[in-house]
T-cell receptor, first 111, second 119 residues
């Protein structure tokens, strides 16, 4: 079964700290992996897209990694800010079809 | 340039009623996808349309239907509403469909969503 699993389900960190979110997938055939940020009640906003051949991609304070062999990805957030509080969703594009979404990790950044 | 727009923003319906949700893609985008997001879950794929043709369909009952117009805007229709249909309905647009085979895909831009509550 094609699935995208994320951990942890939720996370609370202090402002200025770093954190890493995990994503494991069993989607096949694989086309690309995306990380989205979703504020409460809003549509998701894309952070990164990585193909099979890409190991790392950065977008400001966000750095995503991909290990296509182990089917794992991570999203690292550096020097967190209050505005980083949101749900972070890992999405895998199954080649030839649509996007398969994880349930997301809810990040809360406190001052 | 305007982003993806959806209407209405919020909607309250009664069980058994019908609802129509609307989406206007980013100018120049020819593909529209619809997703259902139940509270606490990730979005679930419902439909994808490209050039007015259905290019993909998720695991949703026939009560769900959609169409795309010549101007690439789209409607999602849900008949015989159930309590379980209460969710945030998201529309996403892209230049072409995500199933076009490009390994890096085309970026999908999401609208703000329509919050549907069925009572």
């Amino acid at each position: 079964k094609n699935q995208v699993e994320q951990s942890p389900q939720s996370l609370i960190i202090l402002e200025g700290k770093n954190c890493t979110l995990q994503c494991n997938y069993t989607v096949s055939p694989f086309s690309n992996l995306r990380w989205y940020k979703q504020d409460t009640g809003r549509g998701p906003v894309s952070l990164t897209i990585m193909t099979f051949s890409e190991n790392t991609k950065s977008n400001g304070r966000y750095t995503a990694t991909l290990d296509a062999d182990t089917k794992q990805s991570s999203l690292h957030i550096t020097a967190s800010q209050l505005s980083d509080s949101a749900s972070y969703i890992c999405v895998v594009n199954q080649a030839g079809t649509a996007l398969i979404f994880g349930k997301g990790t809810t990040l809360s950044v406190s001052s | 340039d305007a982003g993806v727009t959806q209407s209405p923003t919020h909607l309250i319906k009664t069980r058994g009623q019908h609802v129509t949700l609307r989406c206007s893609p980013i100018s120049g985008h020819k593909s529209v996808s619809w997703y259902q997001q139940v509270l606490g879950q990730g979005p679930q794929f419902i439909f994808q349309y490209y050039e007015k043709e259905e290019r993909g369909r998720g695991n949703f009952p026939d009560r769900f239907s959609a169409r795309q117009f010549p101007n690439y805007s789209s409607e999602l229709n849900v008949n015989a509403l159930l309590l379980g249909d209460s969710a945030l309905y998201l529309c996403a647009s892209s230049l072409v469909g995500v199933d076009r085979g490009r390994r890096d895909g085309y970026e999908q831009y999401f609208g703000p969503g329509t919050r549907l509550t069925v009572t």
